[in-house]
């Protein structure tokens, strides 16, 4: 007696979410095409976190590659959210802001380089302050010089999700793509429950969070461009598509007129649901994204 | 924070890789492995977990009693507990020697 053994695609997907940065990061790569950029044995390592009694990582939790994704010149930069919950610090804000820099420069010399951010990062790193609060700045400025020339994709997969200065460096992205544990926000769901209490946001209401922060939401509202599932070969095929699609007609960003439009039109007087938010802000988009 | 330093010059095999395996996360800890360039072993460890000196002695100890390369280990530690650490270390080793097994 015999049956054949059916193994469901949910067990068999390769987990994206479960893998490190340098693995994500290598996971999107054409296989072969790349070499690391600064990697570890570079030991360029925060100096002011042993200042602080706190051990460094030999690569400031930041792992640049450069190589091809779909065939084209790409550099693809990493935040590692284990370490120090993916925080920019000087080093790793310095390491992002070169190679994108670098992108730019190929892209205006003739070689468009596309650039790839794996975002997962609660934002600035507090043990490095105003470093930290800088390099953000720098990073917006290069992903705004870069994506005149070639896509900037973010890519925000989970569990840490992109928070903090760096969610307004993921808005300025040409494309985002994000999985349904992912999060994006300005503001964590602490730092608001804390400043404005609890009434306001209660963090630990997993179902609101996500409800309002979580990627299903953000790609039904039109402020992410898809939706994907925590599958390595899903997300490598997202990004691919992004980048062979070239630059977006108008950046998300310079849509103001279109966002004061439709924040106009909210009705505040009453408490807008996340889903009426979606249908309103969305119409075109709001079918559940890539699900 | 607490620095800590050990030398095995018993370990002379050469090796010709390097490895870097884990992320200095709560409860674990980076390792790069690297060929020695002063002959045996030397290993370097940055820990924010102060006290525990006598363990990762034993644990080091331990790992150089089955492993003879001449290499040089640095460790950058958030509180990975010895099992982990010895795990991290056979980790590396497979790196740079895939065929290579540690003595049991």
């Not at chain 1, 720098?138 to 994506?147: D, K, N, P, T, Y």
């Not at chain 1, 009434?199 to 461009?225: H, P, Y």
């Not at chain 1, 997300?235 to 062979?244: F, H, M, N």
């Not at chain 2, 709560?26 to 977990?49: F, H, K, N, R, Y």
Request: proline share 4%; glycine share 10%.
């Amino acid at each position: 007696m015999s049956s054949a053994i059916v193994i469901p695609a949910y067990v068999r997907r390769h987990s994206f979410i479960e893998l490190d940065a340098r693995a994500r990061a290598q996971s999107l790569m054409d296989p072969g095409s790349w070499r690391e950029l600064v990697g570890p044995f570079d030991r360029i390592e925060s100096p002011w976190l042993p200042m602080q009694g706190i051990a460094p990582q030999s690569d400031d939790g930041c792992v640049v590659l450069k190589g091809t994704i779909a065939g084209k010149p790409a550099v693809l930069i990493a935040l590692e959210g284990k370490f120090q919950a993916g925080s920019m610090g000087e080093v790793s804000g310095a390491k992002m802001t070169a190679a994108l820099d670098l992108a730019t420069q190929d892209s205006q010399n003739g070689k468009k380089t596309a650039a790839v951010l794996l975002l997962e990062t609660g934002g600035v790193r507090l043990q490095e302050a105003n470093l930290g609060l800088a390099v953000i700045a720098e990073v917006m400025a290069s992903i705004l010089a870069l994506r005149e020339h070639a896509p900037v994709i973010t890519v925000i997969a989970g569990t840490v999700g992109c928070f903090g200065g760096m969610s307004i460096a993921a808005g300025l992205s040409s494309y985002i793509v994000m999985t349904v544990e992912a999060r994006l926000g300005l503001n964590g769901p602490e730092v608001i429950e804390q400043e404005s209490g609890i009434e306001e946001f209660d963090s630990s209401d997993k179902a609101l969070i996500w409800a309002i922060n979580g990627g299903e939401q953000r790609v039904g509202m039109g402020v992410a461009d898809e939706l994907v599932l925590d599958d390595a070969e899903k997300i490598a095929a997202s990004v691919q598509k992004y980048v062979r699609a070239g630059l977006p007609q108008v950046p998300r960003s310079q849509q103001v007129e279109l966002y004061r439009e439709r924040t106009a039109a909210l009705d505040t007087s009453r408490q807008i649901d996340p889903l009426t938010l979606r249908k309103s802000w969305n119409r075109k988009t709001n079918q559940g994204g890539a699900r | 924070m607490e620095q800590l330093k050990f030398d095995y010059p018993s370990a002379v095999r050469p090796v010709t890789k390097r490895a870097h395996v884990g992320v200095v996360g709560s409860g674990d800890m980076e390792v790069l492995m690297q060929p020695s360039e002063t002959g045996g072993a030397q290993v370097s460890i940055l820990t924010s977990v102060n006290g525990f000196g006598a363990s990762w002695k034993a644990v080091m100890d331990r790992f150089f009693a089955k492993y003879d390369g001449a290499v040089r280990i640095d460790i950058n530690d958030a509180g990975a507990t010895p099992g982990s650490v010895m795990l991290r270390l056979e980790q590396a080793v497979e790196m740079i020697a895939p065929r290579e097994v540690i003595k049991q």
